[in-house]
């Protein structure tokens, strides 16, 4: 493993204990982040994405980390798959972004709202690798509100008929199944449907691949054009898909967050191997004050996020043992707020001062903190947005009666 991730593992085992089997897990994972490690620079370096990334970790058997053993799964607590996702980091958001969405916005969601039919159909499959999620929720029109959402439903005989649009969907294109979200076109309130990806009018409208950066991950646009979905394949109840969304997007913001821990172990790990090696004005650049200063950034920044993102997963593996408690519910919404909030800010400033610490190799592509670098900027945009975030942490200080938007 790799130093700072090993570092991480060793003293999370220390304070909380890890049992032989999520060990084993990591060991995995770091096993998984090694074989990736080639194909995803080079599908970066062209701009493309990493078709490798699923049978690396279906191979591994990751694909099913936080999945019940009951349905196939490794039954991961969220502290374990914070630290499996933390590990995937290094290699790159787009790795995080992967498996964030399957994990954490599919899977997750599945068996935490599903029926016990639902999950014996999808959950063993997932944890095989043999479904691949996506998440529709995000629209042309509709971000940061998902309540603005445009794509609706009428019932017909049997179940109901969806039409509409997603946008920036994450696995849009290579998702056997997503989790698709709309309102009644004559009434209010959201319903979530899972979503047979092969249905007759669903389409993929296009890859999105004119973006910043997170080049190895797909995303695409999706349209519904009178997409059939059977009455059993309502996730949750019908008018309630809202607290399914809020619910796959805690689980999922804890997942960005220890992505972009990952993201400044590398670039950290980058910046000492480049600094030491590099030789300007006589000496090591490490040796000036300046490049220090960049150094002592990321390490505090790896520090200080490294525990927001651990006591978030700490406290939603306590919500999971009493998911009655409300108050324990509001506590991990919060701090998985919080956790996302600093970590993606952080990872973002971070990468950009190891690009300054390469110099001019770091604005080339073909360096290992580019990739970081225009990466880790998305963080701060998807599954909540810096400013989203604020709001959310604010009114959890503020009281509900302070919400920005209500």
């Keep these: 493993m790799e130093r700072l991730f090993q570092a991480s593992v060793d003293e999370v085992s220390r304070l909380l204990g890890l049992e032989r089997a999520e060990l084993a897990l990591l060991e ?3 096993a998984a982040a090694d074989d990736l490690l080639v194909s995803e620079y080079e599908k970066y370096v062209e701009r493309k994405y990493n078709p490798e990334v699923p049978g690396v970790l279906r191979r591994r058997g990751l694909m099913g980390v936080p999945i019940r053993e009951k349905y196939g799964g490794r039954g991961a607590r ?23 969405v399957h994990l954490c916005l599919g899977s997750l969601a599945v068996q935490d709202w599903g029926t016990e039919e639902q999950r014996e159909r999808y959950l063993p499959r997932a944890a095989k690798g043999d479904v691949i999620f996506a998440y529709g929720l995000t629209e042309p029109e509709a971000g940061s509100d998902p309540a603005s959402m445009k794509t609706s439903y009428v019932k017909d005989e049997g179940g109901y008929r969806l039409t509409g649009s997603k946008y920036l969907i994450s696995n849009g294109s290579i998702a056997t199944d997503m989790i698709a979200f709309a309102r009644p076109a004559d009434g209010k309130g959201v319903t979530a449907f899972l979503v047979d990806t092969k249905k007759k009018g669903f389409a993929v409208d296009m ?7 997170l080049f190895t991950s797909d995303t ?11 009455r059993e394949d309502v996730l949750g109840e019908e008018g309630k898909g809202l607290s399914v969304a809020y619910s796959a997007l805690l689980n999922g913001r804890i997942g960005i967050g220890s992505g972009c821990l990952g993201v400044m172990e590398d670039c950290l790990n980058q910046v000492k191997e480049r600094t030491t090696s590099r ?10 004050q300046l490049i220090q200063k960049h150094v002592a950034f990321i390490e505090s920044s790896l520090e200080a996020c490294r525990w927001l993102d651990y006591r978030a997963a700490v406290k939603k593996d306590e919500y999971e043992k009493d998911p009655k408690d409300l108050a324990l519910r509001s506590d991990a919404d919060r701090l998985s707020a919080v956790a996302k909030y600093m970590s993606s800010r952080h990872a973002f ?4 001062r190891a690009v300054q610490c390469f110099g001019g190799f770091g604005y080339s592509i073909m360096s290992p903190v580019a990739k970081h670098f225009l990466d880790s900027r998305v963080a701060r945009i998807y599954e909540g947005t810096d400013e989203i975030m604020e709001l959310k942490i604010a009114s ?9 938007y209500r």
């Design 28 to 30: 995995d994972a770091d």
């Design 349 to 352: 400033e971070s990468a950009d």
């Design 78 to 100: 969220q502290l374990v798959e914070s630290l499996f996702l933390e590990r995937m980091g290094q290699t790159g958001m787009g790795v995080i972004t992967f498996a964030d």
């Design 207 to 213: 890859r999105l691949e004119e973006k910043i950066g």
């Design 279 to 288: 030789v300007q004005h006589g000496k090591e650049i490490a040796r000036h």
């Design 396 to 404: 959890s200080v503020l009281g509900r009666e302070f919400e920005a």
């Design 220 to 230: 695409s646009m999706i349209s519904l054009d009178d997409v059939h979905v059977d």
